[in-house]
């Protein structure tokens, strides 16, 4: 009886605060449709805070999780693996180039011949990403995120079928060139995928949600490590199926994904597709039936924002008012890239064998550096939400140089005592777990935060640039430094790292739980622009209506529409 007396208590608690939501939701939407005058403003402002305080959201539902785990496995997760899956049979590639070359011109191919192709095999990918992230911004307004990531399928199942059947067909060519589509797979990947993820989650866990990307691209590396052991896929005549193996994650998302929903940002403000957004998307992401105050609020948003359209490359390069943002954009993907990780896994064999460990057994020690950066990638997403994105941006670039200071000195001094060599191991996992837990999947978050609607297709295509042109010019250049450098190639990271931690302890904002309209006025003041109100009273005493109305509608828009989906 007594626990009869709570529910009754309970549900009719619950009655009460939906009544009270409702109407406050109403009064909402009647401030929101009307002019935005000063005296007006302050109301809205007020009765937004009394929802907030009101509502309790849900926040995972059950499609919001398929869609982020299905878009992941298919995208960020093919192209971790991408990255890892080389290294395994990298002596049989060899071979294959070696007989390739010997069955067409009758001789060997010399050494210098040999690491050439090797590294177009592997630089290649980054070429093909850097055309991926371009395609993006010309075809994605067709097209729209889900329907992006279907068609980005084909190349990864081409690429695929390519690579695996290069070895048959006696042509490394084939070989490269599926390098190079499985790169154009990359780059849409990476820059609809953080797109997508962005669009469908409430903000309270936008930058957990966002983390999902880092987190499968980890679990990508460490699956292409584990398959290239010598027990099951790393062997010579196996080899080709490592990379067949890329058709499977590719055919589930293929699968799977279209019984998912549109982003109904796209719908509703690209597509302006009212009954699409209306009849499923924004029930299905928020997960409850009753979704009628989220519907009339994403039609007044949607008429508020009727006049805004996507802006280009070039207009966001020039646009005064996102100049710092762009910057820090700029900054923060080339430090993803330069800040030394991939200098660990090009030591970390010659690492574990000084250890002591004998070679056959270091392919199943390396396992533990994709474990590390599994669980650092897990770790940064439970986290991200309570600790926020400066935090976790900032210490993981503070920790990742002082290990690598401390890796100099014990490569330096690795034949002077026989425990050094096991510091130095400590000091790989730690600069890779230190990676991994801020500096790894926060760029991706900060990109969609920094930008509104219409500025997304472009932000992400300067930061994919951005991402896959260091990537490449690592590629070639890391080479030289390792070889003039010797160990000492640590400190040049190390200066990376501490440059770009100093750079985010001055300039960036933290994002957490907060809307553009808040990130872009923080902004603001270092972009010496004023703020949105004033910038709309300064368009209309000018007589510039048009330029006001796109100010009202962004402004008002991210002003207002504070945790909503849509």
Not at 193 to 199: A, D, G, I, K, S
Not at 244 to 255: M, R, S
Request: aromatic share 12%; charged share 15%.
């Amino acid at each position: 009886m007594k626990d009869d007396g709570k529910d009754e208590g309970y549900k009719e608690v619950k009655v009460m605060k939906k009544k009270l939501m409702r109407k406050l939701r109403s009064r909402w939407i009647r401030c929101l449709s009307q002019s935005h005058t000063d005296r007006e403003q302050p109301e809205c402002e007020h009765l937004m805070k009394r929802i907030s305080s009101v509502k309790k959201s849900k926040d995972w539902s059950y499609s919001l999780i398929m869609a982020s785990l299905v878009g992941a496995f298919g995208s960020s997760f093919l192209y971790g693996y991408n990255l890892s899956v080389v290294n395994a049979p990298f002596p049989y590639i060899k071979t294959f180039y070696n007989d390739t070359w010997e069955r067409r011109y009758g001789h060997s191919i010399d050494d210098s011949t040999v690491m050439l192709l090797w590294s177009v095999t592997v630089s290649i990918f980054a070429i093909g990403g850097l055309v991926g992230t371009m395609m993006v911004t010309l075809i994605g307004k067709v097209l729209g995120r889900k329907c992006m990531l279907l068609v980005n399928n084909a190349f990864a199942i081409l690429a695929a079928v390519l690579m695996a059947c290069s070895h048959e067909a006696g042509s490394f060519e084939i070989l490269i060139l599926g390098r190079f589509i499985m790169g154009i797979d990359g780059g849409i990947a990476l820059s609809v995928l953080p797109m997508y993820l962005n669009e469908i989650s409430p903000k309270e866990i936008r930058g957990s949600l966002g983390q999902v990307t880092a987190i499968f691209i980890c679990i990508g590396v460490f699956a292409g490590q584990l398959l290239g052991l010598p027990e099951i896929l790393g062997q010579e005549s196996l080899w080709p199926y490592l990379f067949g193996v890329i058709v499977i994650p590719a055919f589930v998302q293929l699968v799977s994904l279209p019984f998912l929903p549109e982003s109904p940002h796209y719908l509703l403000f690209e597509k302006h597709d009212r009954d699409g957004a209306e009849k499923g998307n924004i029930s299905t992401f928020l997960g409850k039936t009753d979704v009628s105050q989220e519907i009339e609020e994403a039609l007044a948003a949607n008429q508020v924002q009727r006049n805004i359209r996507l802006v280009s490359v070039c207009e966001l390069l020039t646009r005064r008012s996102a100049r710092w943002q762009i910057i820090t954009v700029i900054i923060t993907m080339a430090c993803y890239q330069l800040c030394g990780l991939n200098a660990i896994w090009f030591y970390t064999n010659s690492i574990f064998s000084t250890a002591g460990i004998p070679t056959e057994k270091i392919p199943y020690i390396t396992l533990s550096t994709g474990g590390i950066e599994t669980l650092a990638s897990i770790f940064s997403g439970l986290v991200i939400e309570r600790l926020g994105r400066r935090p976790l941006l900032i210490g993981g670039f503070v920790l990742m140089a002082l290990f690598f200071g401390i890796l100099t000195v014990t490569l330096t001094l690795q034949d002077k005592a026989p425990w050094i060599p096991y510091l130095s191991i400590f000091c790989i996992l730690s600069i890779i777990a230190s990676f991994c837990s801020g500096p790894g999947g926060i760029p991706f978050i900060l990109t969609g935060e920094f930008f509104q609607q219409s500025q997304w297709p472009a932000a992400f295509m300067i930061a994919g640039t951005v991402n896959w042109l260091s990537n490449f010019t690592l590629g070639l250049l890391f080479p030289y430094i390792v070889e003039g450098l010797k160990t000492y190639c640590f400190l040049v990271f190390a200066t990376i790292c501490i440059l770009g931690a100093t750079y985010f302890y001055f300039v960036l904002p933290e994002t957490k739980n907060k809307t553009y309209a808040e990130i872009s006025q923080v902004f603001a003041r270092r972009n010496k622009e004023n703020l949105p109100e004033e910038k709309i009273e300064q368009a209309g005493a000018s007589g510039q209506g048009n330029r006001k109305s796109e100010l009202e509608s962004s402004f008002t828009l991210d002003n207002h529409i504070q945790n909503k989906i849509i």
